[in-house]
């Protein structure tokens, strides 16, 4: 059938394109500057693990760059720019959740040289050290091991890294692993992945510990099971991502582990 006007013919065209290429192609919603989770040069885990997926669905990978702090659900999934962000907490609440990947904890990093052996928060020789922690900004939604160190009545004696920082920087949040390697502080409590990454890549040799005694704490967790999430309502896509997940478990453990991600296999606290 002939369209009826050489403009409509065009749009029609145009739109057919859009819809196949958004066929083709998993979307993906992504901080470019955020390692070891994702950068724009490709080179996070989180984007390793979305070719993987994309190649076991038969698609190719596209990306919606957002920086990852307030917001970018909104202006990402929920905008519909893209269709899946590749690591959230499982069960989070703004989106659709798939089997979890893996988990991880918080850990302790210090450096190999000063053979600091701490692992629990109760270690009275932390009152000791300068400690450095993850602050987002806002008193109701601190790191786990902020809160913790406050309930202990440990305050004096530790500096804040905004988890957000400098964004002209290459990923921000490094900074506080980066003041444990340059002995600006004695110990920093990290998110697990962040602090084995930067384990692997320090000139300085550093001690990765999951940090244990928290159960004194709860509801508070230390621990977290990370899986993908998909606008709430995509059933088929959380279908087609939870059988990739358990169909490649094996090479995806290996992938994490290759970027010194700590996996804990139940909850440390």
């Known amino acids: 059938m002939k369209c009826a006007a050489g403009l409509l013919c065009v749009a029609f065209a145009v739109c057919a394109g859009l819809e196949g290429a958004r066929a083709d192609s ?4 992504a901080d470019p500057n955020n390692l070891p989770f994702s950068d724009s040069q490709e080179h996070g885990f989180e984007n390793k693990l979305a070719q993987l997926v994309a190649r076991e669905l038969g698609k190719s ?8 702090r307030r917001g970018f659900v909104r202006n990402t999934l929920k905008a519909g720019a893209c269709d899946v962000i590749i690591g959230v907490p499982a069960h989070y609440d703004l989106v ?8 991880s904890s918080y850990v302790f990093v210090s450096r190999a040289d000063r053979d600091i052996s701490i692992s629990s928060l109760a270690d009275p020789s932390l009152r000791a050290l ?11 939604m601190n790191t786990p091991p902020s809160h913790a160190l406050g309930e202990l009545g440990i305050v004096e004696n530790v500096v ?6 400098d ?5 921000p949040p490094a900074r506080l692993i980066e003041a444990v390697a340059k002995g600006d ?3 920093a409590a ?9 384990a692997l890549h320090s000139s300085v040799p550093l001690r990765v510990t999951p940090i244990t005694g928290t159960q004194r704490f709860a509801p508070l967790k230390f621990s977290f099971a990370i899986a993908m999430g998909v606008r709430k309502g995509d059933e088929a896509l959380k279908r087609q991502l939870d059988d990739v997940l358990q169909r490649k478990g094996d090479e995806i453990a290996a992938l994490l582990a290759s970027f010194g991600v700590p996996s804990v296999r139940e909850p440390a606290d």
């Open 26 to 29: 998993l979307r993906v919603c």
């Open 61 to 68: 990978v596209s990306y919606v760059w957002w920086a990852q």
């Open 96 to 103: 659709e959740t798939t089997r979890p990947y893996y988990r």
């Open 130 to 140: 300068k400690i450095g922690v993850h602050l987002i900004g806002n008193d109701g």
């Open 160 to 165: 804040g890294f905004t988890l957000y920082g």
């Open 167 to 171: 964004y002209r920087q290459d990923s």
């Open 185 to 187: 502080v004695d110990v």
């Open 190 to 198: 990290a998110w697990g992945p962040l602090a084995g990454y930067a």
